[in-house]
């Protein structure tokens, strides 16, 4: 498996892109930058899986804590506010 | 008589369940039987497993010290079989409030809450609560003060998520079992928080 690139804490940004197939990237996060909120852990890669292969070596998975404020321009509600969004190593630049 | 409605034939989902379901079961991979007990035993699946957990952190603040970092741990501590469940446990406190959803299915801890509500797995609250979780959280009739911060996780890869609410106040002394029947699927989801069954109304004559 790919050693795990970033730890808690770290500034990370979502890759802005739209490849085709299955990808667990919520287009909503993509090209945002947060905080690393923990490594969860290695895990089958699922854009290999939904094509039949093995998903292997597993990928890193991270939970990225997002401000709302930066996530949605128009958001209403505290600037505190967050959202925490797993996004796979390979999503990360 | 009972009103069955007008009939409906089945949409292209429907369609395809019952083929492959058929299929399986002519080709000898399952039974019939095999199927309609596993179905039962989902159905009988509610929250009580998610609430005694909830419940026994509540009284044993090292249990849910070892349930925050690790939640399917926690789970197998209490004898509750999750296999393959990577569960995240998010937990409430008087300055931040946390609600759990999967924008990109329906994800959700079965094995601890049982099936998830229609709502959960609904277009309207997958895309609003997370661009606006307050006025969703508002229209389940939760109001978060400003001050609180609210945490929208996206249950959207391999993790699963269940939310540790706070204790409400006034259950002093209350037993695990007590404490658990104050623990709603809802709260574990976070739309909602525990609240003590209303005293009925005594009237004054």
Same mark, same amino acid.
């Given at each position: ?36 909120? /923990?490594?969860?852990? +290695?895990?089958?890669?699922?854009? @290999?899986?939904? #094509? &039949? ?22 958001? /209403?509600?505290?600037? +505190?506010?967050?959202?925490?969004? @797993?996004?796979? #190593? &390979?999503?990360?630049? | ?205």
């Amino acid at each position: 498996m790919p050693d795990a690139r970033f730890r808690p804490g770290d500034a990370v940004r979502v890759r802005k892109s739209a490849p085709l197939g299955h990808i667990r990237t919520p287009f909503y996060i993509r090209g945002h930058s947060g905080v690393v909120e /923990r490594v969860c852990g +290695a895990f089958p890669n699922p854009e @290999e899986l939904a #094509q &039949q292969r093995d998903g292997l070596p597993a990928q890193p998975l991270y939970r990225v804590r997002f401000r709302q404020q930066d996530v949605w321009p128009d958001y /209403r509600g505290s600037a +505190a506010d967050v959202i925490e969004v @797993e996004i796979f #190593q &390979q999503w990360i630049e | 008589m009972k009103d069955l409605g007008a009939y409906r034939p089945l949409d292209y989902f429907q369609l395809m369940e019952v083929s492959l379901r058929e299929l399986l079961v002519e080709k000898g991979v399952v039974t019939e039987d095999a199927i309609k007990g596993a179905m039962a035993t989902m159905r009988a699946r509610g929250p009580e497993r998610g609430a005694a957990m909830v419940a026994r952190a509540w009284l044993d603040p090292a249990y849910k010290a070892r349930m925050v970092a690790n939640g399917s741990q926690a789970a197998e501590e209490l004898g509750f079989e999750v296999p393959g469940l990577k569960l995240i446990v998010v937990e409430n406190t008087p300055k931040a409030h946390n609600v759990v959803v999967c924008t990109l299915c329906s994800c959700y801890p079965r094995m601890l809450l049982g099936i998830p509500p229609e709502w959960y797995k609904s277009r309207p609250y997958r895309s609003r609560v997370v661009r606006e979780p307050r006025k969703v959280l508002g229209e389940f009739g939760l109001k978060v003060p400003a001050k609180v911060r609210i945490r929208v996780h996206d249950s959207n890869a391999d993790m699963r998520y269940m939310v540790l609410p706070m204790r409400p106040a006034g259950t002093d002394g209350w037993s695990e079992e007590r404490l658990a029947s104050l623990v709603t699927r809802d709260s574990l989801i976070g739309v909602a928080v525990p609240v003590l069954p209303k005293k009925p109304k005594t009237r004054k004559s």
